[in-house]
């Protein structure tokens, strides 16, 4: 099971947002770091195969990104999303379950136990616009699992959550890591300092630090180091 | 296709959630329900006898109600010598006279006016108004075919169908009919009754629903605009876009469902339009005996046997049609624009443009006639004035060739918004 990105670029006119990247992902959590506009989530998009590359690719066990087994294995919560409204949060899950592919007894079965995983199980049946913003990232979150993927591309998926949520949803990834590729962007470098077992830090477009990560080294002031001591904002 | 049922549910229930559906749809609803209703609102004035005596307002829709008893007694009875000389007798033959007055400077000026003599007794009862009424409209039926000069005690049944068969020759050849086209409306000819046989219901439900359907199918143009420009575009305002796209089922099979849902519910929408008028047109006006002919109360000049019953349940199917291509057009074109807004400012403009261009010349004969059968374009003179046909193997009429032709349309833009759902968001 791996992920390999080939030579992977984007361009928007003249600006270059991810340059010539490769990469090989196998099982477990990939942490992502960078500034903001350092290209993480243009990566993350063009892994999804939401934006098409300029030049490169992606597959994932042999599937290119464009094809229907890629997505069929792929789980996505994106930095900034939205809902229906008037769909309840059963609704909102089952619509995408039947999006990913599943037939309706298995789409209702991990729809509920989903939302019990993410602490919406009583809110099941309430409309999704009186939820409140931690609760929608974690029905955002509960999407992307519902396939079971082998390939999980999360960027910020702990934003908006408080710090008990936090801790809960960073053991949630640290246990799918153990049999999915995780690709994980975050602004907290804690985050990734915790689970990741690979650090992958983005600058201006291309990877500058990729490496295994030591739980028992500071990372943040690693990742300081390698912006001549810039504050990590994205 | 996967989950498909399901994803046309969910689809339908996004649509329908959507409060300017709801409101776009019983607004032109009602407004289709209110169209022949117009007919039958207000008050009409009948005069009595010279004194005054007898004068009265009656309200069109208790005129209408009288008008269906058939006071003039023509119900079953056949458009020969006797009934054109009786209604001539009835109505008065048209005579010419010249007015002269003299203005401030002293100057003379004469003008001619052609009027029916004995027009001035006037009718002196709601029957007598009525009964005038029921001739006039006959009278007026063989004076546009034979012409004012022949309205007199000569005229024959004879010369009005030798001056109708001459009118449809002279029609054929001023919409450039082939020789082919000819001889299929000569065949069709050759199947009217003559002497035409009147029913006594003049201009009732189904004549309304034949006339009425084309502003309604203005109408459902509107709400497939309304309710469908937003379909693809409120995925990228509500930021689902991304979600969707990279779901094993985010490409083809949404596509398909999307697209159902969209044809669904203008289907719907058109369905609830048309009934709301046809129901209107029928409670009001009543229906007209299920055997009156085309060639009594709309167009004599019609070169086929075809009831009014008949054409408005033809008008009506062929414009239920329509509503598929309109909800397609749209769909096309949000995805071409990606936003709501634009789409609503291209197809307001191509709707403008169908109503304000009804037809073009007859000099370019093929874009004359494929213009001529764009679904807010056809009937807009009326449905049975054009009888152009369309040669496919046979000959096909403008009501037999328009749904084929939307169903290629509807079908054609189906693949184009395809093709651009498919690139959404990749580029």
């Not at chain 2, 003599?117 to 108004?129: E, F, M, Q, V």
């Not at chain 2, 002279?170 to 199947?191: F, M």
């Not at chain 2, 502003?215 to 509500?238: H, K, N, T, Y």
């Amino acid at each position: 099971m791996e992920l390999i990105i080939d030579r992977l670029s984007r361009q928007f006119q003249s600006k270059i947002a991810v340059d010539r990247v490769s990469l090989r992902l196998t099982p477990g959590v990939t942490g992502l770091l960078g500034p903001n506009g350092a290209g993480k989530t243009t990566l993350m998009r063009l892994v999804c195969g939401i934006l098409k590359p300029t030049a490169g690719s992606v597959a994932f066990d042999g599937a290119d990104v464009s094809a229907e087994e890629y997505r069929a294995q792929l789980g996505y919560l994106p930095q900034d999303f939205g809902y229906y409204p008037d769909f309840t949060g059963l609704d909102f899950l089952l619509y995408m379950a039947a999006l990913k592919g599943l037939d309706k007894t298995t789409a209702r079965r991990k729809s509920l136990e989903l939302l019990d995983t993410v602490g919406l199980g009583d809110m099941a049946k309430k409309k999704v616009k009186t939820y409140s913003g931690g609760m929608r990232q974690r029905l955002g979150i509960a999407q992307a699992l519902l396939n079971e993927p082998k390939l999980l591309i999360l960027d910020e998926p702990t934003a908006g959550l408080d710090p008990k949520e936090r801790v809960r949803f960073r053991d949630l990834i640290a246990s799918l890591g153990r049999d999915s590729v995780v690709l994980l962007s975050t602004h907290i470098v804690s985050d990734v300092e915790h689970i990741a077992g690979r650090v992958l830090i983005m600058k201006a477009g291309q990877i500058v630090h990729d490496g295994a990560w030591n739980a028992h080294e500071d990372l943040e002031k690693f990742y300081l180091a390698q912006f001549g001591g810039e504050e990590d904002d994205g | 296709m996967g989950n498909f049922g399901t994803l046309y549910k969910f689809e339908l229930k996004k649509l329908m959630h959507r409060k300017m559906v709801w409101a776009a749809l019983a607004i032109l609803t009602v407004v289709s329900a209110f169209l022949p209703a117009s007919t039958v609102i207000g008050k009409m004035y009948v005069s009595g006898d010279a004194t005054g005596q007898g004068d009265q307002w009656v309200s069109l829709y208790d005129i209408v109600q009288r008008r269906r008893q058939d006071p003039a007694g023509l119900d079953g009875r056949e458009l020969d010598t006797e009934l054109i000389q009786e209604t001539i007798a009835q109505q008065g033959i048209l005579v010419e006279t010249t007015t002269t007055y003299t203005d401030s400077g002293g100057n003379e000026h004469s003008f001619a006016v052609t009027q029916r003599d004995g027009s001035d007794a006037g009718p002196w009862t709601l029957d007598g108004y009525i009964t005038d009424g029921q001739y006039g409209d006959l009278y007026n039926t063989v004076w546009r075919i034979v012409g004012a000069e022949n309205m007199g005690p000569d005229l024959t049944a004879e010369n009005y169908y030798a001056a109708l068969d001459a009118r449809r020759e002279r029609n054929y050849a001023l919409w450039g009919l082939s020789d082919g086209a000819k001889a299929w409306w000569d065949a069709q000819a050759a199947e009217l009754e003559t002497p035409l046989t009147l029913t006594g219901y003049p201009d009732g439900g189904w004549t309304e629903i034949a006339q009425t359907a084309y502003i309604v199918d203005l109408c459902v143009f509107l709400f497939a605009i309304i309710a469908l420009s937003g379909l693809w575009p409120m995925e990228r305002q509500r930021r689902t876009e991304a979600l969707i796209q990279c779901a094993r089922n985010g490409k083809t099979p949404l596509y398909a469902a999307k697209f159902l849902t969209g044809l669904t519910v203008s289907f719907a929408g058109a369905v609830c339009m048309t009934a709301a008028m046809a129901g209107t047109s029928l409670v009001l006006l009543g229906p007209e005996d299920a055997a009156t002919a085309v060639q009594q109360l709309m167009d004599p000049a019609y070169g086929a046997p075809m009831t009014v019953r008949k054409l408005a349940l033809t008008v009506c199917g062929v414009y239920l049609a329509a509503s598929l291509v309109h909800a397609a057009f749209v769909m096309a074109v949000s995805l071409c624009t990606k936003g709501g807004t634009s789409t609503m400012a291209v197809c307001f403009g191509a709707m403008m443009l169908f109503v304000w261009v009804s037809a073009l010349p007859l000099s370019h004969p093929w874009l004359s006639q494929a213009w001529s059968l764009l679904p807010a374009v056809f009937g807009a003179g009326g449905p049975l004035t054009d009888p152009r046909l369309v040669h496919i193997g046979g000959y096909l009429t403008g009501f037999q060739a328009a749904p084929l032709l939307w169903l290629g349309m509807t079908l054609a833009l189906a693949g184009l918004a395809w093709a651009m759902h498919r690139r959404i968001p990749n580029k």
